[in-house]
């Protein structure tokens, strides 16, 4: 469950099956027709403020005919993800804007599911791109650059295969991937947690003495210089426990410049 006390921040993680269609060629990527519409296998959580991480899959299918022939075999799976969202304040994942979040909510129109509970996106992808430019920016790179750790490596497109034919190998392998995958998606955070915008934490805490960035609530804090605007200055804060910069909100009397008109 989520928490009462402070923001609710749930790292996701999911993955999904193929689309099986037909080609007129080996590399066509145009497919006349899809037999078969992509859905959810599996995804893997934690809440930011606690160490456990759980893994949630499909009922494993028999075979590949049994898991073609129930397209509706992700729907409590959905479920459950819709369950997760709806008690999140905030949602961190890689790719999250362009991926997680928005697959989740093709399912949960798809099963005509209301929205959940409004929550904002962290998105550790976008936040990368927004403050650094790296060669490449996926989630293993990021990790291996930085000395955070690494993706656990996987057999690729025969895993996914194997999975959705029923494979007890397969299944178990997968979901140790995805688990091992919020493993880095949680260091991944808290390096970036200092540099997150403010727009994406602007509501994480209201208390003036508590550090807003997403997850450090620290109340260590320290006066460090003025943030200015063109007519206004305010007092920056530097927290000593995450390291990240704030200001607040009230801004300090002073005598307003003249602005030529």
């Not at 959905?78 to 949602?91: G, I, M, S, T, Y």
């Not at 962290?122 to 650094?132: A, M, V």
Request: net charge positive; hydrophobic share 35%; aromatic share 12%.
């Amino acid at each position: 469950m989520a928490h009462t006390q402070g923001p609710s921040i749930l790292l996701l993680d999911i993955e999904t099956s193929s689309v099986l269609g037909w080609s007129w060629a080996f590399y066509d990527t145009n497919l006349i027709d899809t037999f078969r519409d992509w859905s959810i296998l599996c995804y893997a959580f934690k809440w930011d403020d606690e160490k456990k991480i759980q893994v949630s899959s499909i009922t494993r299918p028999r075979d590949i005919w049994d898991f073609i022939r129930h397209p509706d075999n992700d729907k409590a799976l959905v479920k459950e993800l819709w369950r997760l969202l709806d008690q999140a304040d905030f949602v961190v994942a890689h790719n999250a804007k362009s991926f997680d979040v928005k697959k989740c909510q093709s399912r949960f129109l798809h099963y005509g599911l209301p929205p959940p509970s409004p929550f904002k996106v962290i998105d550790t992808l976008t936040e990368t791109r927004r403050i650094s430019n790296n060669t490449r920016n996926n989630q293993d790179a990021l990790l291996k650059s930085w000395g955070l750790g690494k993706k656990l490596e996987n057999r690729g497109w025969p895993m996914w295969r194997d999975f959705k034919s029923g494979d007890r190998k397969a299944r178990k392998e997968m979901l140790e991937y995805n688990k091992v995958d919020i493993v880095g998606l949680a260091a991944l955070f808290k390096h970036l947690r200092p540099w997150i915008s403010s727009v994406n934490s602007s509501a994480m805490h209201f208390d003036a003495t508590t550090c807003p960035k997403p997850g450090c609530g620290s109340k260590s804090l320290q006066n460090r210089g003025w943030f200015y605007t063109k007519t206004t200055q305010y007092r920056q804060i530097r927290c000593n426990l995450c390291h990240g910069w704030s200001r607040i909100t009230q801004s300090e009397p002073r005598t307003k410049p003249l602005v030529s008109i």
